[in-house]
């Protein structure tokens, strides 16, 4: 006979529950990355604007160009901003999630424990089983000599 552990449906579920949580968990990351990555772009990006206005100034330039680089600035600086509180919004849900993953790992955990044990219980048993055979053989020849 087979092992069977009775709560292996159980456990298929909570499987599949902590990898939806981890895949979830894996998505705010990939978020948070593209997010943090777009800010860099937009301080590479303010800082460029400020070099060119400091070029700018250097030489004579109508007031109307200087003040359309001094909004492209402020522009990126509120683009900035906003990503700045998406990314605090992510930071947030990333450890939400995060305790929601380490719960349902945990409960996975356990049932994969005690499977582990059910069939180390198991195992112990058919190998006294067979021995146990093995010895009533091993008695039964030894009383027919």
């Known amino acids: ?16 529950m902590e990898k939806r949580e981890e895949l979830v968990l894996q998505r705010i ?8 990555r777009e800010i860099e772009r937009i ?9 060119a206005r400091n070029q700018a100034m250097q030489s004579p330039v109508p ?4 003040q359309g680089m001094l909004n492209d600035v402020e522009a990126a600086a509120e683009r900035r901003t906003k ?13 939400l999630q995060a305790t929601k993953y380490q719960a349902a790992h945990r409960d996975r955990q356990m049932l994969s ?5 059910k ?3 198991y195992e112990q ?15 039964a020849r030894s009383m027919r000599r």
């Open 1 to 16: 006979m087979a092992f069977r552990f009775p709560l292996a449906t159980v456990l298929r579920f909570r499987e599949s």
């Open 29 to 36: 990351l990939l978020e948070m990355a593209q997010v943090r």
């Open 43 to 51: 301080a590479a990006e303010i800082a460029a604007a400020h070099n």
């Open 63 to 66: 007031a109307a160009h200087l």
């Open 83 to 95: 990503l700045l509180q998406t990314l605090a919004t992510l930071e947030q849900q990333h450890r």
């Open 113 to 117: 424990d005690m499977k582990t044990k």
């Open 119 to 121: 069939r180390d219980m």
């Open 125 to 139: 048993e058919r190998a006294r089983a067979t021995q146990k055979f093995l010895d009533d053989i091993f008695a």
